[in-house]
């Protein structure tokens, strides 16, 4: 199971930081991923971290948002700032085989494992 928590209500600007607890698997061994569905319904890749600690952000994140993980608390972290008001969005949590190109990291249809979302809301 994913357990994500840590959205909010926000100015623009200002910071959050989400938490997505892993139990029942051992995060460090899945690509983990970070993924928003806008008020739209328009869903996008935020960020993925891979078994190895490497890292993937898009590009309309890079700079405000990092992804990291902690393995003692089997967590991974989206820490993100500079926050705007087209971030507002439902973020998920998931999980998927690590085995997978770079490239493939956005497709959320490959994830196996996800967890329920957290509101973040940016107003301006």
């Known amino acids: 199971q994913l357990q994500a928590c840590g959205g909010g209500l926000v100015q623009a600007g200002g910071s959050l930081r989400l938490s997505c607890a892993a139990s029942?698997?051992?995060?460090?061994?899945?690509?983990m991923g970070w993924f928003r569905q806008g008020p739209e319904g328009e869903h996008e890749f935020v960020a993925g971290?891979?078994?190895?600690?490497?890292?993937k952000h898009a590009d309309s994140v890079k700079g405000r948002f990092t992804i990291s993980r902690s393995n003692l608390k089997n967590t991974v972290y989206l820490q993100m700032n500079n926050l705007k008001p087209e971030d507002t969005a439902a973020y998920y949590c998931?999980?998927?085989?690590?085995?997978?190109?770079?490239?493939?990291?956005?497709?959320?249809?490959?994830?196996?494992?996800w967890g329920q979302g957290t509101q973040v809301t940016v107003s301006s």
């Open positions: 998931a999980a998927r085989n690590n085995l997978v190109l770079t490239g493939d990291w956005p497709l959320r249809n490959e994830y196996r494992y």
């Open positions: 971290i891979s078994a190895g600690g490497s890292t």
């Open positions: 029942g698997l051992t995060a460090s061994r899945y690509l």
